[in-house]
């Protein structure tokens, strides 16, 4: 029973991390990230370029900027910046993260990681596995509507 409702809070996060990521103004690709602890989100962020700098993640070749910061990195500095701690949480994101978010991860003391979509790279996540993490993967394309779960469809 707690595995079913932890399964359901996971994929209400997933939803809002979904719903976060769509503040991105990147166009290749628009990511999410939510940080969770004790069910109360700490801390969130978004892919998107460093405060003050124009809200452009692509060049002209359509190739994201090197100094675009990805959704994990953001959510993580901007928790750092705050009285809270990530010791413990989960970080709900949309993509699965990269190797350079992964670390980050690792050195927040982040211990669940739940993602949506699948990276072209699988190493941040084999990483994750590797340092102790549990990384979960739901298809939010299969989550139903939370209404229809209560009205029984």
Sequence with gaps: MEKDKQHLLDERYMRMASIWAENSYCQRRKVGALI???KMIISDGYNGTPSGFENICE???G???PYVLHAEANAITKVARSHNSSMGATMYVTTSPC???AKLIIQAGIKRVVYSQKYRR???AALLERAG???IYIDIETI???SDRINGK
Excluded: A, L, P, Y
């Design 144 to 146: 139903t509507d939370e």
């Design 63 to 65: 190739e994201t900027k």
């Design 99 to 101: 190797i350079e978010c």
């Design 59 to 61: 060049d002209e070749n």
């Design 36 to 38: 969770v602890k004790d």
């Design 122 to 124: 699988t190493d941040g």
């Design 133 to 135: 993490i549990e990384v």
